[in-house]
């Protein structure tokens, strides 16, 4: 018989939703194809479920082949509540945890009161050798712990390797950019960085020639107001602390690097649930480890042997004969610039990037131009002839170095991977495994991170069954073009670097200046940006990032950020913006009642994805009973819906509202705050140019934070309504399964 599980995603400490339809799991075992799921422990156990029972589809239970899910259904407080947690099945740090605070086994599963605290498990030490994971993730560096991070969270089975015996201790990337800042934040992770980094606000530029010793040429605001920020500067920090908060949240769910492991190679078994065999080889004493995985994501850098691996993929490019050396260390200086980011220009010798640090620190990048007679075999590769290199550049202002911490030389090399995928759309690559380029404009890390960004959700999607191929396709669509955007703007700008001219340097950057803060970065149309028939007033586009707006939640009064304020849960957003509720009610009971059931698209796929997370529910950490994540998955799985208005609160209350709105009540809000704008603006006027007194314009908005599809409608009529929910279910059928 069928499992009968349509309840919205919840953690997998706890399932606890209000009773609004219910569904039976009868006898004391559930089959699914054959498959055996795990025993109840009553008869006739009634769950309660947000949604007509429908079965779980077999498609989205190849991913439980070998992994055995106990469903116990039990009274708490008088409601039914029901535990997911996986048998002690071979389970490791990697995987699910399987081990509770109290030391009791997963077999008898903690629960929450509907009020209380979540019960948090832990990992345990077990074997590696033998288990299966969803996706094998090569790499632990920002990008690879950012994908692990968040297909941890959305509860994808993610294990991942590290050839390294720990993080990054010191030197590499330094920069996150504005975007980067705004992802951390909608992960609820960026706080402990800010809190330690070092921002910058300014950048200054210095030039020496043989008539006149180095000045001052000029100082430029670092993101002018010309780019709509919400985190106008640029954020310095070691890139080992932003390994080390994605590992501090990932092992809070259970998960650890596997380190000292080596990549190997892999092998391909087609007709496999796993089809995967993923080759590993420890470094300590050379055991060889065999994995299996649905999926393999090499983000092992520019060497990459994941993408050795892809026919095809050999990188496109080329070097420079630019040679780099860089510095992190204590400074002790006259230098009068030192707290900003300098760029020091000398007519013969090269340049020299100057940027402040945390703990201190300062990091120099200093040219070692090849034409310069000084510069001959080796010697250019020591320390010394770099620190002394860059004390001629500055000087007549003394340099000197307390300590120096890290100490490093490149050259530069601008390429892009032919390929980001195989064949079967099952190995990817992403960062430095797909795109190399100088380090200068600090796009490294932030375009590795937003590669996993990217790549995360869709994998997510892809792994429950409810992906269709154009969802995995469009990952190297857009992100190819990004890398080869990147290479093009980095080639402008290292070669203004060389070319020594600060105004030059300064039109580079300002031009670019969008593109560099990550707000500027935007996809081509393809299936998932969709520029909607008669969509021709707004600023919203199809395939650019939502801006910063500022809201006021509606329950709580809270002033906060439209665009960060729902927590990167893996899901779509629906935005449904209206002046007058009572007047756009019959287009709002329309598209939610259609969204509710199995007569819309929209509403099947929903249906799927609650099945789906119902027996592989995310992974919860501690810190989410601050966020408190269940608040924006009442309805569904796959998408929050979300209703901005700038009606008088006092003209309506949230049981007005049809139930989808109801539910999602943290997500109404009140659009009566552009005081607290950055360009002092509603929310309707910086993304809709506007709304006329009856129009009713719903958003379509990617996991990731991009613009999908925007439509406006005359008015709040119930033709209306079913006019949108076609034109939705048609967008989503392009990408989307529903069975």
Known sequence: MPVLCTASPHYRETFSPPAVHEGR??????????????????????????LPPVPVYPHLCLNLVADYYCIQPTLKNGFNMVTHEALNVNV??????????????????????????????????????SFMSDVMVVGAGPGGLMLADNLVRFGIKTRIIDDRPDRTSTGRADGIQPKSIETLRQMRLAEPLLRKGVKIYDIAFWKSTAEQSLHRTGREVHY???????????????????????????????????????????????????????????????????????????????HSKVRKCIPGATPVGSSTDAIWGVLDGVLDTDFPDIWSKVVV?????????????????????????????????????????????????????????????????????????????????????????????????????NTSMHDAWNLAWKLNFATRGLAKPALLESYEQERQKIAKDLIDFDYEHANAFHAGDPAALAANFAKNVAFISGYGVNYDPNTLNVLAKGYNRGHLKPGFLLPPAKVTRFIDANPVDIQTDIPALG?????????????????????????????????????????????????????????????????????????????????????DLPPVLRESSFTLYLDDVPEKDTRKQTCMQKWLDGLDENEVVVVNARP?????????????????????????????EQFMRDI
């Not at 605070?101 to 832990?122: A, I, N």
């Open 25 to 50: 799991v009868r006898g004391a075992m559930a089959v699914v194809n054959g498959l055996k799921m795990g025993s109840s422990s009553a008869e006739n156990q009634t769950l309660p479920l947000h």
């Open 92 to 129: 490791d740090q990697s995987t699910y945890v399987s081990q509770a605070e109290d030391g009791s086994r997963c077999d008898q599963p903690k629960q929450r009161d509907l009020e209380g605290t979540p019960q948090f498990v832990h990992a345990q030490d077990t074997d590696y050798s």
């Open 224 to 302: 002018p107001p010309v780019v709509d920020l919400l985190d106008p500067y640029i954020l310095l920090v070691h890139q080992g602390m932003v390994e080390s908060v994605f590992e501090d949240d990932l092992r809070e769910r259970g998960v650890v690097v596997l380190r000292n492991t080596a990549f190997v190679d892999f092998e391909y078994t087609p007709m496999s649930i796993r089809p995967l065999t993923v080759n590993c080889q420890q470094n300590v004493n050379h055991v060889k480890k065999t994995f299996s995985a649905r999926y393999i994501v090499g983000c092992d850098g520019a």
């Open 345 to 445: 220009q000398h007519d013969t010798l090269g340049s020299v990037l100057m940027i402040p640090r945390e703990r201190g620190l300062t990091r120099l990048y200093i040219e070692l131009r090849p034409d310069s007679t000084e510069v001959a075999g080796a010697k250019e590769t020591t320390q010394e002839f770099v620190q002394k290199r860059a004390q001629t550049i500055l000087h007549p202002y003394r340099l000197e170095w307390r300590n120096v911490e890290w100490f490093s030389r490149y050259r530069i090399g601008q390429r892009v991977a032919a390929r980001f995928t195989d064949d079967q759309q099952r190995v990817f690559i992403a960062g430095d495994a797909s795109h190399t380029h100088s380090p200068k404009a600090a796009q490294g890390m």
């Open 571 to 655: 899901q779509f957003r629906i935005y449904f913006f209206t002046h007058n509720i009572r007047n756009s009610m019959p287009f709002l009971e329309t598209v939610c009642h259609a969204h509710s059931g199995n007569s819309s698209y929209v509403g099947r796929v929903t249906a799927a994805g609650n099945a789906s997370y119902t027996v592989q529910p995310p992974l919860a950490a501690p810190h989410d009973q601050f966020v408190i994540p269940e608040r924006y998955t009442p309805v569904s799985g796959v998408f929050t819906y979300a209703l901005v208005t700038d009606e008088d609160r006092n003209n309506f209350e949230i049981k």
């Open 704 to 732: 990731d934070g991009y613009v999908g599809t925007v439509k406006r409608f005359a008015d709040g009529s119930r033709d209306n309504g079913t006019r949108a929910v076609l034109w939705m279910d048609q967008y989503y």
